[in-house]
């Protein structure tokens, strides 16, 4: 079985502060990590993943996650958030590249001008 | 990036009737589709898994007589919900894998969503 948690139903910052959205996993085997954005009334957006290689990946709009198989966790970060980024973040994990994925509960991020 | 669109965007329709939501990879082909379910402030429910040409895979507790999905190309996979009740009323999305640039690995790509209401 594969599991996620993202602790923090919300996370608000002001813009231009770096901000954080944790997230962590459980999964058998080696973890397939993905977040993605949603904004209100839309679909997910991709935003990056982890497969294998360096533990910190960028992805899209200048996020940024970092794997730690230690804590088995896969916090997305931004080094300054802007007001544009406030939308609901989902961490999602799955035993396979292209298979199903289990998403956390998501957190909606607010960014204060 | 690859882009999945679902027609209706919306739907509103009477407690009895069906309805069918569609979800069609535009510019790539989709052997599997997922179909999630989403309620307000709430994570994505996985309901099935569509494989072109043969039956869904549904989860478990997802009922397939009442959530019917047809798999009929390489593009569209559609979800009939059945004798739609009150209860049924939530956002449906749906997914697709696609290749990235350069074949390297591939990107999960969801469609824009269906809201559905049933009066």
């Known amino acids: 079985a594969q599991s996620v948690a993202q602790p923090e139903d919300q996370v608000n910052v002001a813009e231009g502060n770096p901000l954080t959205v944790k997230c962590t996993y459980s999964v058998s085997g080696n973890p397939y990590l993905f977040w993605y954005v949603q904004y209100p009334n839309r679909g997910l957006q991709f935003l990056l993943k982890y497969i294998t290689g360096d533990n910190l990946v960028k992805g899209s709009y200048g996020f940024e996650a970092e794997f730690n198989k230690s804590q088995t966790s896969f916090h997305l970060k931004k080094p300054s958030a802007l007001v544009s980024d406030s939308a609901l973040y989902f961490c999602a994990v799955s035993h396979t590249n292209a298979g199903k994925s289990t998403f956390g509960d998501g957190t909606t991020l607010t960014v204060k001008p | 990036g690859a882009v999945v669109s679902q027609h209706p965007s919306r739907v509103i329709c009477k407690s009895g009737t069906s309805v069918k939501i569609e979800c069609r990879s535009l510019?790539?082909?989709?052997?599997?589709m997922f179909w999630y379910r989403q309620f307000p402030k709430k994570s994505l429910m996985l309901m099935a898994t569509s494989n072109e040409g043969s039956k869904a895979t549904y989860e478990q507790g997802v009922e397939k007589d009442k959530f019917l999905i047809n798999h009929a190309s390489l593009t569209l996979s559609t979800l009939t919900v059945t004798s739609a009740h009150p209860e049924d009323s939530s956002f449906y999305i749906c997914?697709?894998?696609?290749?990235?640039?350069?074949?390297?690995?591939?990107?999960?790509?969801f469609g824009p969503g269906t809201r559905l209401l049933v009066l």
């Open positions: 510019d790539f082909q989709a052997t599997t």
């Open positions: 997914s697709a894998f696609s290749l990235t640039a350069g074949g390297a690995s591939e990107t999960q790509y």
